[in-house]
């Protein structure tokens, strides 16, 4: 008979990473801290405002400041830089979170840039990057983190395993690969150009889908027994994965919602409260 597979519960990996953060930041607030998030927002994008109250709710969960900085969708990138570099300088501001996308005229790249690298708690700069390469990064980007620490909660191995993640975003696909990678699995990146996509991704043992597409991965591209993360957050609460039909093939599987998502939310909690400590010298 086979054995059914295990739902990788996201809400419950959140729940043990707010629990330690709560002890963390009662102990701030013996020294009189309270660690802040500042969310910066370009334009109004219905969902990124989504987005962006959740994180907020959730840092006021848990007794941590959250600063929402709204700005108009005509903002220039000098403007948007200068209200991170105002951010950079404010000591109450220990994490800066510039919500993806920004409108078109703006370059993201170059604002992302201006967030200093003590309070890129999402990992976005290319100092950032370059660390989490090479494994010693205070602040991975925040899903590529949540999705490791998915596999340690459930003590999933990753060594020797072959992992394929499907997207290669700087936020997404390329830094968990590298992680993927530091922790000694075996990785292949396909993107959109990548021929053959199927036969590549029934090779994995690992498969993390970050591609932005709803119930993109089938269910007749899984390996039996492998292990499948799912990234994506379309419209309507949907996967990349096909759910339904790559269950039964799946060893394991993250569902959507209440997947990586909610484990995203809570490692942004981790590192604005982890950079309020290091900003006051503590540990
Ligand atoms: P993105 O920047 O649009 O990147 C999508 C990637 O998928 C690209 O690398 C693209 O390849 C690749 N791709 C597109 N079509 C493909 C195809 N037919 N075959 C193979 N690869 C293909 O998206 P993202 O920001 O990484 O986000 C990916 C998904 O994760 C989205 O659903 C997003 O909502 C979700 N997300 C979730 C969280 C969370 O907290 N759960 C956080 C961030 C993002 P090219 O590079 O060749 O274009």
Sequence with gaps: MSRQPMILDGNKVAVVIKEQLKKRVEQLAKSSIVPCLATVLVGN????????????NACNKLGIDSRRIYLDKQTTTEQLVLAIQQLNADPQVHG???????????????AFEAISIEKDVDGVTTTGFAQLAFGFGRFPCCTPAAILAILDAYGLPIEGKHAVVIGRSPILGKPVSQMLLNRNATVTVCHSKT?????IVR?????VAAVGKPNFVQGDWIKPGAVILDAGY???????????????????????PAGVGPVTIATLLKHTVDAAFYANGLE
Aim: net charge negative.
């Design 45 to 56: 994008d219905p969902a990124s405002e989504t987005y962006v109250r959740m994180k907020s």
């Design 96 to 110: 800066i979170l510039l919500q993806h996308p920004v409108p078109s005229h703006i370059d993201e790249r170059a």
């Design 195 to 199: 021929n053959a996509l199927p036969t």
């Design 203 to 207: 090779l994995a043992d690992i498969v």
């Design 234 to 256: 379309n419209p309507g609460n949907i996967g990349d994965v096909d759910f339904a039909a790559c269950f039964n093939q799946a060893s394991a599987i993250t569902p959507v």
